[in-house]
């Protein structure tokens, strides 16, 4: 059993779905580029931080004090690594199949 599409008809088809293929390739590549402006303010925080850290060390500072430092350090650290592995996970392979093209008789 042989289908039979117009010509006009399948070129329409293909490119809705290369639309929607660029669509969502756009929305990956925007995340990708929020992810990495993420990691760029939190790595400017880190070292804010640790700046702070090593200019409060050489103050007399209460206990208390250097270990909120160093607990918001551990925590920007966390957030860049979780930051990371999406910006991994966007930018590795596609995990769709691509659509073949129509084959024609």
């Given at each position: 059993?042989?289908?039979?599409?117009?010509?006009?008809?399948?070129?329409?088809?293909?490119?809705s779905v290369e639309q929607s293929e660029e669509?969502?390739?756009?929305?990956?590549?925007?995340?990708?580029?929020?992810?990495?402006?993420?990691?760029?303010?939190?790595?400017?925080?880190?070292?804010?931080?640790?700046?702070?850290?090593?200019?409060?060390?050489?103050?007399?500072?209460?206990?208390?004090?250097?270990?909120?430092?160093?607990?918001?350090?551990?925590?920007?650290?966390?957030?860049?690594?979780?930051?990371?592995?999406?910006?991994?996970?966007?930018?590795?392979?596609?995990?769709?199949?691509?659509?073949?093209?129509?084959?024609?008789?």
């Amino acid at each position: 059993m042989t289908f039979r599409f117009r010509l006009d008809g399948v070129l329409r088809f293909r490119k809705s779905v290369e639309q929607s293929e660029e669509v969502a390739l756009y929305r990956i590549v925007r995340e990708i580029i929020d992810v990495e402006r993420e990691l760029q303010q939190l790595e400017s925080n880190q070292v804010r931080i640790r700046e702070q850290r090593e200019q409060d060390l050489t103050r007399t500072l209460p206990a208390v004090h250097l270990r909120e430092i160093a607990e918001r350090e551990l925590e920007l650290q966390d957030a860049r690594q979780c930051r990371q592995s999406v910006r991994s996970r966007l930018a590795g392979p596609a995990s769709a199949t691509p659509i073949p093209a129509p084959q024609f008789p």
